[in-house]
């Protein structure tokens, strides 16, 4: 079943303002808040992160029906790959060696903010090229 395509967007946002903020504090708590979102959201699907809920709940019974939906295989493999950056963020900033952590957690935000502010998620860009390279090598 498709999903509107606002929602993962809209968590990009979200995640974007959480990680800016534990970049420019260089407080571990954020990042820990965005690793369990983007492992939720890696386990279950973008509908049920906790930005998914918010969206759910909150933002789209204010705004007009979805006029776009998208899978949500891309999505969540992106959700994925952020765990993995959030989560060398997080062993960066809380085990050292601390550039690992502002580089994973900069490279987080950068794909975050390019799927918020331009609606290009670099996570799904990443799922449909393994999926080619996948069926190719069948």
């Keep these: 079943m498709d999903i509107d395509a606002r929602g993962p967007r809209f968590g990009a946002a979200v995640t974007t303002v959480v990680l800016a903020v534990a970049l420019i504090t260089g407080s571990a708590w954020p990042l820990a808040w965005q690793t369990l979102a983007f492992a939720l959201g890696a386990a ?3 509908a049920r992160s906790p930005y998914g809920w ?3 709940t909150a ?4 705004l007009g029906p979805p006029t776009a939906f998208e899978a949500p295989q891309p999505p969540r493999f992106a959700q994925a790959v952020g765990l993995l950056f959030a989560g060398f963020g997080l062993v960066g900033l809380t085990l ?3 550039w690992l952590g502002l580089a994973a957690t900069g490279a987080a935000l950068a794909a975050a ?4 502010a331009f609606g290009y998620c670099l996570g799904c860009e990443m799922y449909l090229l393994v999926r080619r390279v996948a069926v190719r090598a069948e």
């Design 44 to 46: 279950g699907g973008v």
């Design 54 to 56: 918010v969206f759910r």
């Design 59 to 62: 933002v789209r019974p204010r």
């Design 96 to 98: 050292g060696p601390g």
């Design 113 to 116: 903010f390019l799927n918020a």
